[in-house]
């Protein structure tokens, strides 16, 4: 029938996690198009917290099918501990996992690689989560990697010692070695015990769901603004985190998208190095990142915090076609007297909105003050909420002509305001 995308709208962490359960009961599929271990998205079931890295957040729904689509690279370890973590409460993931023929495999020393080439960038390093994703889409692209459906060929031990000599090759190089026989037999012993799970050809499986009359909801990873194009070069991820990249990530036609449901913190949040101008390097700043809990999912680096950053929610919404917004974390400011949103930035004599090709250090942004609601959040209409809550959502949707059609109030999967 159609296929809806959810993405994050800034550096990820957006809570994408949790809008994707809540809205998984109106679909067929839910099917990650992009990324790898190096997303976690976080969910709260029944009071109990899960970090999803690889698998779909549409995991806890049985009805579902939930696909790893061909854009996305898995590690095979990383994997298999996720599923059993999920089938330890009792989920089947047999029978509503599929994953792609088409995927990339992070091997063993694609993660020697990601910190091999992280530590010989200096000072100048990118803030890798050191998952092997850079490495593993290198081989993609460069028409070298492994895919899932290699497992189950005659020569698939021939090609993997292949690709392995010529990662020994480039570890040279950086003149960086590390002992990883356990790790390796670790992740054959994880590939074994994958042949046991529904593999698939993803672009012919969501075909027919199409045609059948399925609703597909498309799960996007990291961030726009840490798109391979057009997020904040060279500090991004390897994929294409925008609603582009469902159609190269999910082998489907870009007629057959509808809506594009576009996720944001109702302030900023950033892990590792690059470009982040409405950053935070204050008390304010650090009550955000305790108030909000800011810590890495996957890695548990504390996250840079800031304000509201619009010309960077703008471009993103350009950029992916946003229907409606979704705002998260706005309890994160309930104790805040004052909050602000970046409207503008100005660099030297010259004001714009913007979102800058090269984020010049001596950017500096334009703010407008708003007073904070100062109180809890205990209402699930919007009409009730807080007057300042309300009159800063209701300035969200101006400033991008965007509808924000729905508020995070809490951790919980309850936790939230429809507007429509």
């Not at 698939?156 to 010529?166: A, D, G, Q, V």
């Not at 904040?232 to 057959?256: E, M, W």
């Not at 996957?298 to 800031?306: E, L, V, Y």
């Not at 909420?385 to 995070?408: A, M």
Request: aromatic letters at 10%; hydrophobic letters at 35%; glycine letters at 10%.
């Amino acid at each position: 029938m159609y296929v809806d995308v959810l993405l994050g709208l800034q550096w990820g962490d957006e809570g994408k996690g949790k809008i994707v359960d809540f809205l998984a009961p109106q679909y067929d599929i839910i099917a990650r198009f992009q990324g790898g271990p190096n997303a976690g998205h976080t969910l709260y079931v029944n009071d109990k917290k899960f970090v999803l890295h690889t698998i779909p957040s549409g995991i806890f729904h049985k009805h579902l099918a939930n696909i790893i689509g061909n854009g996305v690279v898995i590690n095979p370890t990383t994997l298999l501990q996720e599923i059993k973590n999920l089938e330890s409460v009792g989920l089947t993931i047999k029978d509503n996992l599929f994953i792609s023929r088409r995927v990339s495999l992070i091997l063993p020393l694609h993660m020697q690689l990601d910190a091999a080439s992280e530590k010989s960038k200096g000072d100048d390093k990118i803030g890798s989560t050191l998952r092997g994703i850079g490495p593993v889409y290198m081989d993609k692209t460069g028409r070298n990697s492994i895919k899932y459906g290699d497992i189950f060929l005659s020569n698939f031990k021939e090609r993997y010692l292949k690709l392995k000599s010529k990662h020994q090759e480039l570890l040279k190089l950086y003149n960086y070695s590390e002992d990883n026989a356990a790790y390796e037999e670790e992740w054959f012993k994880a590939i074994d015990a994958l042949k046991a799970y529904q593999v698939i050809d993803s672009e012919y499986y969501i075909d027919q769901a199409l045609k059948s009359g399925k609703k597909v909801l498309a799960e996007g990873a990291q961030g726009t603004m840490l798109d391979v194009d057009f997020g904040t070069y060279p500090f991004v991820t390897s994929s294409n985190t925008i609603s582009g990249g469902v159609c190269s990530g999910l082998g489907i036609a870009p007629q057959k998208i509808r809506e594009v449901y576009g996720v944001i913190k109702a302030y900023c949040t950033r892990v590792g190095s690059g470009p982040f101008p409405s950053e935070l390097h204050d008390e304010t700043g650090e009550k955000i990142r305790k108030n909000g809990h800011e810590f890495g999912a996957t890695t548990g680096r504390p996250r840079r915090c800031g304000w509201l950053d619009l010309p960077a929610v703008k471009y993103a919404c350009m950029i992916n076609g946003v229907t409606q917004l979704i705002v998260t974390k706005v309890d994160v400011l309930n104790d805040f007297e004052e909050i602000k949103i970046g409207e503008s930035y100005q660099i030297g004599n010259n004001t714009t909105e913007q979102f800058p090709y090269i984020v010049d250090p001596t950017l500096q942004v334009n703010y407008q003050s708003h007073p904070g609601w100062n109180c809890a959040l205990e209402t699930k209409e919007f009409n009730q909420l807080p007057t300042p809550l309300q009159n800063y959502i209701n300035t969200i949707s101006e400033k991008t002509g965007v509808e924000v059609s729905i508020i995070s109030t809490g951790v919980g999967r309850d936790d939230l305001v429809l507007r429509s």
